[in-house]
T-cell receptor, first 114, second 111 residues
Framework: DTGVSQNPRHKITKRGQNVTFRCDPISEHNRLYWYRQTLGQGPEFLTYFQNEAQLEKSRLLSDRFSAERPKGSFSTLEIQRTEQGDSAMYLC????????????FGPGTRLLVL | TQLLEQSPQFLSIQEGENLTVYCNSSSVFSSLQWYRQEPGEGPVLLVTVVTGGEVKKLKRLTFQFGDARKDSSLHITAAQPGDTGLYLCAGLIQGAQKLVFGQGTRLTINP
């Protein structure tokens, strides 16, 4: 399978705990994006990387959120001190170089904070 | 303020009927993508439209990008129960890299 993969698919945690999600993009896609989707809404942009550089962060990305893409391949999204409002589907997408901006999404990680 | 207004948000029709979903904005998009999303899964790309006035067909689905690249529509002919799902439009704002999504249209086709 050469699509975008995300792990874990589901995560249940208690308020105040830290969680980390992983995204593996389509190979050779140099752009990687994180979005968050709450129930009944469309996805909202969080941040994106071009290779290993994080080029844009949304105001939605509070200081409890951090994303990395250290080698320009896979990416991690960490949420520290989780809150119930963090419960959502976290989606990763990737795209190829400029001129082909179509973004392909992974299956998502559904987070539930109790 | 929703940058991309998608309508209707819910639509329930009988098998065999036709339907149209609309996405409208005051912003110009360099491209617009339509996705379909199943419960608990990520959005799956249906089509990307890039040129103003462009029309693309995918079997019974017809996608159109407005001449000014501010709006788009999805038309389904002779809807089938297998078309049931959440349809999302998403626009790439000129000069930016992030997609802006509509609220989605939850479509139900009744047998």
């Amino acid at each position: 399978d050469t699509g975008v993969s995300q792990n874990p698919r589901h995560k249940i945690t208690k308020r105040g705990q830290n969680v980390t999600f992983r995204c593996d993009p389509i190979s050779e896609h140099n752009r990687l994006y994180w979005y968050r989707q709450t129930l009944g809404q469309g996805p909202e942009f969080l941040t994106y990387f071009q290779n290993e550089a994080q080029l844009e962060k949304s105001r939605l990305l509070s200081d409890r959120f951090s994303a990395e893409r250290p080698k320009g391949s896979f990416s991690t999204l960490e949420i520290q001190r989780t809150e119930q409002g963090d419960s959502a589907m976290y989606l990763c997408a990737s795209s190829s170089p400029p001129g082909r901006e179509t973004q392909y999404f992974g299956p998502g990680t559904r987070l539930l904070v109790l | 303020t929703q940058l991309l207004e998608q309508s209707p948000q819910f639509l329930s029709i009988q098998e065999g009927e036709n339907l149209t979903v609309y996405c409208n904005s005051s912003s110009v998009f360099s491209s617009l993508q339509w996705y379909r999303q199943e419960p608990g899964e990520g959005p799956v790309l249906l089509v990307t439209v890039v040129t103003g006035g462009e029309v693309k067909k995918l079997k019974r689905l017809t996608f159109q990008f407005g001449d000014a690249r501010k709006d788009s529509s999805l038309h389904i002919t002779a809807a089938q129960p297998g078309d049931t799902g959440l349809y999302l439009c998403a626009g790439l704002i000129q000069g930016a890299q992030k997609l802006v999504f509509g609220q989605g249209t939850r479509l139900t086709i009744n047998p």
